[in-house]
Structure formats: structure tokens, C-alpha cells
């Protein structure tokens, strides 16, 4: 079934220059990218997407690694589309503890767990079609999507709209 998932490389993964490698790797699931775009993550945004974990202990630390807090405060947010994408992509990022993830996957060669029990594993990736729905209703507006109709949309029309423009 030809699906959509979000992948983002996470604060650690830009902190080390890992963008350019998580891209490659990607590659080789010969999905195609329909959005891109690198994002500063808020606390709102970090607590909204990690909501299903907010009961977890690790939570706070959690937030505050997407935020980027203990790296840089971007993260690069893609979309990638095609056959049986969710698994693809979650085949190669490799287990959620990086420890326990496959040495050739991208959490095995770029993840680790630090001191404070943080799992620092690079990159985030969809774990099921609903939760890839949700992420990139989450992430990225319809029209940042260069794929038509991906998910259902309605037009707004807005009045005394502030929106910045070049000088
Ligand atoms: P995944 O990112 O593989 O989908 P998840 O959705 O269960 O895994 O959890 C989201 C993130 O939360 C995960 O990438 C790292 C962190 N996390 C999960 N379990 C953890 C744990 N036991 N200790 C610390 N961080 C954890
Ligand atoms: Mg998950």
C-alpha cells in the first residue's frame, strides 16, 4: 500500500552533521521526499508529538531533547512517500534503544544513551498510518506538501491576516 511517513533527524542528528548520511541511507528505500523543510521545535510542538508518551517518566528529558536543548534548536521535518513507506523507513532508522538497535541501521551507527538515560537516536519515523496522519497534520501545513490531496483539506478565508513578506 503506498502510504506517507514523517521522518525528522532529531537536534543530535544536525548537531553532527548527520544530515547529509540519514539522507543517503534513506535513499535506498527509493521513497520519494513530497516536504522538507528545517523547523525550530517548541516545547508546545515537542509535548504535542511525543503526547502518547506523557505519563512516561522520561518525558520531560524527552521534550527537552526534541527542543533541542541539549544540541542545536532545529531539526530537519521531511515527508517520504511510496510503497509500504512506515516500514521501510523504520527498518533502516533501526530499534527505538539504540543499543539494542542493529549496527547497520542509522540509530545503531549514530544513536547512544546519556548519562541522564536520554535515547539520543537521531532520527523520529512513523510507526503506523494514523500516527503518520497525525505527525504530519502536526508538522507541516497542506500546502508545504507538493503531493495533491494527501489528506482531506478545507479552504479558510482569512481576514486582517498579519504575514510577513520580503522587504
Ligand atoms: P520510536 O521513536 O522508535 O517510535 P517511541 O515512539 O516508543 O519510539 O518513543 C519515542 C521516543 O521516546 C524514542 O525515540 C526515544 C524515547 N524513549 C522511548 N522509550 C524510552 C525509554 N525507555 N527511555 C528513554 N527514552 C525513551
Ligand atoms: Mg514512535
Redesign the pocket.
Known sequence: MKESTLVIVKPDGLQKSLTGNILTRLAETKLIIIASKIAVVSRKLAEAH?C??KD?P?FE??VKYLTGEYHTHRVMALVYYGEDAIQKV?KI?G???PEEAEPGTIRGSYGR?TTK???E?AI??S?APEEAKREIELWFEPDEIVFENLYPTREVVLSQHKKRMWA
Open positions: 511525543y502518547h508518551l512516561k522520561f528529558e524527552l523504520r532508522c530499534a527505538t534503544n544513551i538515560g536520554v535515547y537516536n523520529h519515523a510507526g
